[in-house]
């Protein structure tokens, strides 16, 4: 997994004494840009992209919304357009009978805003191929304790797709809502080492000792396993990089997350959208958790 | 500058065979005779290098090599020959030379009761008539008096106090010079590399002072015969030990004890000296009543040792190694580094004016990292690396106005980047081995140091390097956009790619009177070995990575010009140094680059060309009550990178424009000394956010161009105070207390500047500072005997 990449940076950090603390500094600003996050996945419900402007990094505030936009989605076949919630703006939603095809490549297309308010409509374009499906055989979850506290691992047996390489996205549930609900929880990995085989009995995700993810006796756990692109699991991937933040040791340089956005109209401007549009297939297994004595 | 001197350079460019029976002062048809031999310290017989060796009425002069040697080829005749060394007394020596003569001799070191008697420098203008500039070199003497930190004076934290020299970070001993990586300095020991040569926290380098003679700094002009290195050379060498008498040194401290132990073996002809000293940190921990505390281990040693043995007038023989690692492993997890050489030297004297030497040397570099959970897989990733190589010196001391230095070496790499294994595990899963990288390089060289005339001086040298990148290996194939095409595996010894490669060397030193001079060099550099290293300080999570398919060399051209000014009867030395350097081929990484364990690295790769110039102004005093220097250092450097920062230029990890030192030591009285440094350094530049937005339930930056803010200015002060005892003849036992506090008013420097989501308030974004030491004591007890 590529998880155990971060086991290192955490404990070779231990090594170091250091204080932190707050500090005031004046940033530069910019003009609003587009920011897309929207994922077409292949369960059978209701699908939404969330279109949004960027902020002053301390203004500490929601994100504006963009609201009246024309959003489409075709699946190279057939397109519809997506109906923007009237309680929450900004969220454009897909028929609740809608899913998501393994190998078909889903394009998204923004038009009918101007948010550089130059008087100039512009259009925005992203695409998505779903990958193959996962089969989650069956899941376990157990107890442990380690470096001082109490952690649930969630285990999977699956079979990994052999002849291709696979991308996974990890998520958890706990009595059906979801656990890992920001992106940071959300767990990566790429089958570089286990290319092929039987995944037996491996840790998947872990569920931290906090009020939010916490497992009682008879808790219902549902373990989410997706098929992303690769260029998704580098964008998760440099978000959570940009979460944690970085130190002299083991960072690189602060660096801006990658998006699939593109501006198509009008043509030739600078590339300023950021977000991403994803595509992927979805599947899960769930257990029940019983606490040992 | 007449026409003569012109012819005569330009000659000496062309044709290095028109330089034999060159002769600036005296009758070219009168007879030669060499004057040579080894010089020592009385004391404790160790040879001492860089003496000044001159004789009055020819004017001319050398200087001991680093074996302590030195070669005059003069007219038959009698002279007064001055042996002047810094710390020493002066000898003058009336010769009447009739035939080739062997005069070795043993320096008194100049105690405080001769302070009447004229002390001498390492002959006090040997920084105006010297032909090396962008060159520091500091003695064990020298390095002693600057302020100890954790009760000894650190090799590394000295020169990190030198012009042009600036520290990668608080934590490290990694420094970079002359805007130049913290990958471009080439650390040898004895002749052999060091790879990392800092220890945890980075208080500590790997040199022990107490086993340590000498340490000289290229920051510009390095020498023909080392190269793969852009920025400097840092040249250390070991003491040989005593062999007169058994002695030994060390200290007791509230962090670290040192021992060191030397003496002859049967007779003064064979010599040893060992070293060792360990950090106890984690026994501070083990008073701890937290038991997940208790269980943690923190500690690091260092071992050198060293065995000299002189054949004959005319064969010595060195045996030297060093071995180190650092610590740290709680129950659940571990890691350590370190590194190890072992080299074997051999000098050998073919005639008065021939001085060879010849080594075998091999150094490994290592670091191993382990999780090690009770239930669950434990994983543990290991990596190595490891050259062994062969030298060949020759050094010819033709006439005392010409100099010519020719050799050869070559140098087998060898490097596991990753060996990841598994325990405990419920799947079976297989070793994940990143592939070795192995390499050949092998250079020929040739160096001429020549008087052209009374004022001027001229050195020329090139060197002709061959790196070859060989199997066993395997190499992946990109396209334009760094995407793998396919890999392929070469089998053991097969050439991949070979670079050859030539350096030339150039320096004029044309001296304007007896005060001042003025230097001009140029040097051409390849780097073949670099660091993948996504940090702006040295870690010791090192990668290193060499050139081959996918990667050509870098290389650097350096251009000086320097004034240099001696005042008050050479007691106060003065330097202005101008530098510029255009490199090619310069490496970064791309926008989040993965570099751990990652056997496609040179896809993360991105190439471009950078520069970097300043000026250093120096000013050292090295005798009297008080001694130090005070340096400024005005230093710019940027980069152009295809394919970062949208291809735009951008200022360079080590652009700190203002670097200011002041290094001082005063002795307060006989038993008192006091020291202070203060470093003052333009923050580092640093990338900051400019706007925000969402995704996935949480805040992410969105940044400006790459470099185009800074950190705050970096400032600290730390004292020393030494308390010595009373000056007894005859002394057996002699100890002395040093206190010292590193960072004295506390200023918080910042390590890092984070742009994190505030965990209590959703939405909110902080800016965090983290900073390490502030009021750092610490108390040794030294001792020698």
Known sequence: ?293 | MNFMILKRIVLMILLPSSLLGFSATSNPAAERYSLSGTIKDEANGEVLIGVSVFVRELKIGVNSNTYGFYSLSIPKGKYTVDFSYIGYQTISQTIDLSGSTQLNLELKPATNEMKEVVITSRRKDNNITSNTMGVNQLSINTIRKVPALMGEVDLLKAVQMLPGVISAGEGTSSFSVRGGGVDQNLIVLDEATVYNASHLMGFFSVFNNDAIKNMTLYKGDIPATYEGRLSSLLDVQMKDGNSKKFAGSGGIGLISSRLTLEGPIGSDKTSYIVSARRTYADMFLKLSSDKDVKDNTLYFYDLNAKISHRFDDNNRLFISGYLGQDVFKNKDAGFSFGNSTFTTRWNHLFSPKMFSNFSLNYSNYNYDLESTPENGTGIQWKYFMKDVSFKADFSWYITPENTLKFGYNSTLHNLKPGNVSFTNATTAYEDYNLPDINAFEHALYLSDEAKISDNLSAKVGLRLTGFSSIGKGTVYNFDEDYNVIDSTVYRAGKVIKTYYRLSPRLGLNYRINEQSSLKASYARTYQFLQMASNSTAGTPLDLWFTSGKNVKPQSCDQFALGYFRNFADNKLEGSVELFYKKMENTIDFKDHADLLLNPKLEGQLRFGHSRAYGAEFLLQKNEGKLTGWISYTYSRTERTIYGVNNDKNYLAPYDRPHTFYIVGNYDLSERVSIGANFIYCTGQPITYPIGRMEVGGIVVPIYSDRNEYRMPDYHRMDVSLTLKPKAKPKRKWYGEWNFSIYNLYGHKNPWAINFVNDSDNPNTTKAEMTYLFRFVPSATYNFKF
């Open chain 1, 1 to 293: 997994m590529r998880l155990y990449k971060y086991i290192y940076i955490a404990l070779a950090s231990l090594a170091f004494v250091s204080c932190t603390e707050d500090i005031d500094i004046k940033l530069d600003s910019i003009a609003p840009e587009l920011v897309v996050d929207g994922v077409i996945n292949t369960d059978t419900t209701t699908h939404t992209i969330y279109l949004k402007e960027t902020a002053d990094y301390f203004s500490n505030k929601a994100a504006e919304v963009i609201s009246g936009a024309t959003v489409t989605l075709s699946d190279g076949t057939s397109s519809i357009t997506l109906t923007e919630n009237s309680d929450k703006k900004g969220a454009y939603e897909t028929p609740s009978n809608y899913f998501g095809v393994v190998g078909k490549t889903y394009t998204l297309t923004i038009s009918n805003v101007d948010i550089n308010a130059d008087g100039v409509k512009e259009e925005f374009q992203a695409t998505s191929t779903i990958p193959t499906k996962y089969q989650v055989d069956k899941i376990s979850v157990n107890k442990e304790r380690s470096f001082g506290s109490d952690r649930w691992l969630v285990n999977v047996w699956m079979q990994d797709p052999p002849d291709e390489r696979n991308y996974y996205l990890i998520k958890a549930y706990r009595n059906d809502s979801l656990v890992t609900d920001s992106i940071q929880l959300w767990g990566i990995a790429s089958d570089e080492i286990f290319k092929g085989y039987y995944l037996d009995n491996v840790r998947m995700i872990s569920l931290e000792d906090i009020p939010s993810q916490r497992l009682k006796n008879n808790d219902k756990v549902t373990l989410e396993v997706s098929g992303i692109s690769e260029d998704y699991m580098y964008f998760i991937n440099d978000v959570i990089l940009e979460y944690w933040g970085r130190n002299p040791l083991f960072g690189g340089q602060p660096a801006n997350v990658r998006t699939n956005i593109q501006q198509t109209v009008p043509e030739g401007e600078e590339q300023t959208a950021h977000g991403y549009f994803s595509a992927y297939s979805t599947a899960r297994a769930s257990t029940v958790y019983t606490e040992e004595e």
